[in-house]
């Protein structure tokens, strides 16, 4: 008997009716014989509601109460499920992320799945039940509830398939599969049928959320067999798998964009040896991750640093560069928050010279001005101003090829 973990996102549980679906979808996967171990999200909107409540107490409530009041919105859910399996005549049980020990490290709203006890999951399969596990959560070793981030449930479903050796894990969502580009920006985008563990991790870090990154860093690592699902409609998803000869043939996979950006430049630094840690030092004490980094030399030796962050951090970004820019004896420190990064993704790109060219000319016909560019093997990222976000993405999606009908 084949052990499938199946998981079902915001949307797909975001009503009584929606939950006696899914219900009707486990009892049918039960019964071609398979054994089911169900993960589910918040009902859409109740993580950004709970976290809408904490706001009206304070901006900076206590990381630890609110990874408390976040995990009861998948609380909810598994309750609800189970009861509609019971309902149906289908044996079920739901349990927490600290119930079914999903131990992870002590970084509240961020934290990383560590180990998985599944003994007490086996037992439940052993006695013939569904097991429903509420997603996104975890328990830390001195027993605090934890959370993973957000669409962190992509990453509790695939580390259980890896945690149980089962045989698929399914994400069922509210598209049919991974795109070439966001459907709901790109309506001639086309959903891929087998893409490259390497690929969707560079797609889910550069933006496109249909899985969360560490989901994909956990089916890689443990070679998770994952396909992206319709809640909706039958179909045969996105399987994301180990790289293979007719994925090579391929030389752009998909254009990936990020809203979540903000710029910040500090003008007018001395340009000596270690200035990037005088700058970034701070910031990084301050928790603020950084994405890209430039930094141009003016002609009187000093020097323009400019990096991306995300837009949440960046108003304290910009409190942290004000705070040194005296001691550093800057010009000034300014920033925009109203800025998009857009990349192109593929493997092929390992092989082939002038994609970057072909890139710029495209966006430069539009009249895209290019904010910053980087670079991987796999990867061309550039940040634009946030008004060409459709443009560009569209842009780039037909200029590659991967239009619809071609
Ligand atoms: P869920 O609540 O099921 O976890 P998410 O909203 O987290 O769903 O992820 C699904 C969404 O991801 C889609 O509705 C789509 O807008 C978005 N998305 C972004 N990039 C892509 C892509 N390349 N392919 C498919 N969906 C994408
Ligand atoms: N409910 C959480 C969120 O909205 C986790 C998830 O849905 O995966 O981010
Ligand atoms: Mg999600």
């Known amino acids: 008997m084949a052990l499938i973990v199946q998981k079902f996102g915001g949307t797909s549980v975001g009503s009584i009716e929606r939950i006696q679906a899914v219900a009707d979808k486990v009892i049918k996967s039960r019964k071609q014989g398979h054994q089911i171990v169900v993960v589910v999200s918040a009902m859409s909107g109740e993580t950004d509601r709970l ?21 009861t919105g998948e609380q909810v859910t598994i309750a609800l499920l189970s009861m509609a399996l019971e309902a149906k005549g289908c044996a079920a049980e739901s349990f927490t992320g600290g119930q079914v020990c999903i131990l992870t490290d002590s970084v509240h709203s961020k934290a990383r799945i560590m180990e998985i006890d599944a003994q007490r999951v086996s037992k439940a399969l052993e006695d013939e039940k569904v097991v429903v596990v509420a997603g996104f959560q975890g328990i830390d070793a001195d027993g605090n509830i934890t959370t993973l981030g957000r669409g962190g449930s992509d990453t509790t479903a695939v580390a259980l398939a890896a945690a149980l050796e089962a ?24 959903r891929i049928d087998r893409i490259a563990y390497e690929e969707m991790l560079e797609m889910a870090s550069l933006g496109s959320k249909v ?71 701070p910031i990084a004490k301050a928790n603020i991750e950084v994405d890209m980094i430039i930094q141009n030399i003016g002609d009187d030796k000093s020097t323009n640093f400019t990096f991306t962050v995300h837009r949440g951090d960046y108003k304290r970004g910009l409190e942290v560069l004000q705070g040194i820019s005296e001691e550093l004896g800057a010009d000034g420190v300014s920033g925009d928050d109203n800025i998009v990064k857009i990349s192109v993704v593929g493997v092929g790109m390992r092989s082939h010279a002038g994609i970057a060219s072909q890139m710029f000319e495209a966006l430069a016909t539009e009249g895209i001005n290019i904010q910053m560019i980087s670079t991987s093997e796999i990867k061309i990222s550039v940040v634009v101003d946030e008004k060409y976000l459709e443009l560009g993405v569209r842009t780039l999606h037909s200029t590659f090829g991967l239009d619809k009908g071609n």
């Open 211 to 281: 899985l969360q990154i560490r989901s994909v860093e956990f089916a890689s690592k443990y070679n998770v067999s994952l396909r992206v699902l319709s809640s909706f409609e039958e179909g045969p998803g996105t399987l994301i798998t180990t790289e293979d000869k007719s994925m090579e043939q391929v030389l752009i996979s998909g254009i990936a964009h990020n809203r979540d950006e903000a710029k910040l430049t500090i003008r007018g630094v001395p340009d000596t040896p270690g200035i990037a840690s005088r700058i970034l030092g």
């Open 51 to 71: 976290l809408g409540l904490s706001g009206e107490i304070s901006s900076q409530v206590s990381k630890r109460e609110l990874d408390v009041l976040l995990s």
């Open 167 to 190: 045989q698929e894990c399914h994400i069922y969502t509210d598209v049919d599969g991974v795109y070439t580009a966001d459907p709901r920006i790109v309506n001639m985008a086309r």
